[in-house]
C-alpha cells in the first residue's frame, strides 16, 4: 500500500519588508498514520489574509508567532477522508487552522463543522459566513454601533472584510463611503454593492474626495490600512466618532517604525473612541452572527465575491495580491477540488 504524500509551505525566516517566495520552503512529508480519536482531512479550501503577514513575524500579537520550519498557519476547510474518531465521520466538512498543507491529521477539539443543510456555495463558509463576514458583523455592530442617516467610511472596501461591512451598514441606513485602489473596484462597490461613493485613493486626493463624499462629516470610520488614508479620515471625524480599527495592512511591510497619525489629536478633539478588533475573540458568537447575515445573503440584500488562485503551491503569491491590490474581494487558494454535493 503506498503512502500518502503531504504537501505542504513551512516558515523558512522572518520576512524583511515585503514577503518573498524563499520566506517559505515547499517540501513533501509523509501524512501520519491514525490514532484513535484521530481524522485525516484533506483541505479543500485555504483562506489567505493580511494576518498573515502578522503570524510571520517574531512581534508581540494576539497569537502565538508561526515558528521557524512550521507549517505556516492558515483558516482552511478540507473533506474528512479517513476517521479513528466517533465525532469526525468520512465526508465531513471540517474547518480548522491546520495551515498550508494538502492533508492534516487532526481530533474534534481542532476544528468546526461547516452545518449541513445549507443552500450556499462552499466558498461562502470561508467569506460571508466565515471569519470574514462575522468580522465585518461584530466590529460594525459591537463598535460601530450604525445609525440611520450616519455617515461611515471604509478603507480597503473592495476586500474581504471591508465589502461586507459595507453592505450592513447600508442595511442600518448608513451612507456608505468605500476606499479602495481601482477604478474597477470602486464601480464594483458603487454599480453592484450599492454604496453611496467610492474613491480610488491612488488617483483622487483622498483628502478633498472624503469631504465631497462625507458632506456631513465621518461618524464610523472601519479602519483596514492605517497610513495616510486613516490620517485623511481622522481630520474629518464627527463629535463622537467611532474608529473599528480591524486592520493596519498599509504597515505590515514596513521595515521602520511608521509614523503617525498626524491627526491623533482629532480623537481627543472629537471625543472619539477607537477600539481594537481581532474576530477570534468572537469565536463563540458566530451561530448568532450567521443567523442574522444569513438571511441578507439568502435575501440578495449582501453579495459577496471570492478571488480564487488555484494550486497549494502557489500560496505565497495569492498572499501577496493582498499587498499589491490585486484581489477583489475574499482572496482564496483551491487546494483540491471539492466533493461534489
Known amino acids: 500500500m503506498s503512502v500518502l504524500k503531504n504537501n505542504q509551505w513551512l516558515l523558512k525566516k522572518r520576512p524583511e519588508g515585503d514577503i518573498k517566495a524563499d520566506d517559505f520552503e515547499y517540501v513533501q512529508s509523509e501524512v501520519p498514520d491514525l490514532g484513535e480519536g484521530e481524522a485525516r482531512v484533506r483541505t479543500l479550501y485555504l483562506s489567505v489574509d493580511p494576518t498573515n503577514r502578522i503570524w510571520m513575524t517574531d512581534m508581540p500579537q494576539y497569537m502565538e508567532p ?25 465526508g465531513d466538512l471540517i474547518h480548522g ?25 462552499l466558498d461562502a463558509w470561508m467569506s460571508v459566513l466565515g471569519a470574514t463576514g462575522m468580522t465585518a458583523y461584530f466590529g460594525l455592530r459591537d463598535i460601530g454601533k450604525p445609525k440611520a442617516g450616519e455617515t461611515i467610511v471604509i478603507s480597503a472596501a473592495a476586500g474581504a472584510v471591508g465589502s461586507i461591512a459595507g453592505q450592513i451598514a447600508k442595511i442600518h441606513g448608513c451612507r456608505t463611503v468605500g476606499i479602495a485602489g481601482t477604478d474597477e473596484k470602486c464601480a464594483w462597490l458603487t454599480d ?3 454604496f453611496d461613493a467610492a474613491i480610488n485613493y491612488k488617483t483622487q486626493d483622498v483628502d478633498s474626495a472624503l469631504r465631497e463624499a462625507c458632506p456631513n462629516g465621518i461618524d464610523i470610520d472601519f479602519e483596514n490600512v492605517g497610513g495616510a488614508i486613516f490620517d485623511s479620515v481622522l481630520s474629518q471625524i ?16 514596513a521595515t521602520k517604525p511608521v509614523p503617525g497619525p498626524y491627526h491623533f489629536a482629532q480623537i481627543l478633539m472629537q471625543r472619539a473612541k477607537v477600539e481594537g478588533f481581532i474576530i477570534t475573540d468572537y469565536m463563540s458568537r458566530f451561530p448568532e452572527g450567521i443567523a442574522e447575515v444569513g438571511p441578507w445573503l439568502a435575501s440578495g440584500k449582501i453579495k459577496y465575491r471570492v478571488d480564487v488562485v488555484e494550486g497549494l503551491e502557489h500560496t505565497p503569491e495569492a498572499l501577496n495580491r493582498l499587498f499589491t491590490g490585486a484581489n477583489i474581494g475574499k482572496q482564496l487558494v483551491m487546494v483540491s477540488e471539492p466533493p461534489r454535493s
Open 238 to 253: 464627527n463629535l463622537h466618532a467611532r474608529i473599528i480599527l480591524c486592520g493596519l495592512i498599509s504597515s505590515y511591510n
Open 192 to 194: 453592484e454593492l450599492g
Open 66 to 90: 508561526v515558528q521557524i520550519g512550521a507549517v505556516m498557519r492558515g483558516v482552511v476547510i478540507g473533506v474528512v477522508e479517513e476517521s479513528k474518531s466517533p465525532q469526525l465521520e468520512v
Open 97 to 121: 487552522l491546520w495551515g498550508w498543507q494538502e492533508y492534516a491529521v487532526v481530533t474534534p477539539d481542532q476544528v468546526g463543522k461547516v452545518p449541513k443543510g445549507v443552500p450556499v456555495p
